[in-house]
C-alpha cells in the first residue's frame, strides 16, 4: 500500500545496519586472529 514510503526507510536502515554488522563482525575476526 506505502509503496513509496516502505523503502524511503528500509534502504537506509539497511544501508547503515549492514556495513556497520560488516565491520563489527570483521573487528572481531581480526581481534581473534591477533592472540599476539
Sequence with gaps: MTD???PSIF???V???FP???MVS???LVQK???V
Design 33 to 35: 586472529n591477533k592472540i
Design 20 to 22: 556497520a554488522i560488516a
Design 11 to 13: 534502504v537506509p536502515l
Design 4 to 6: 513509496l514510503n516502505f
Design 26 to 28: 570483521l573487528f572481531f
Design 15 to 17: 544501508g547503515l545496519l
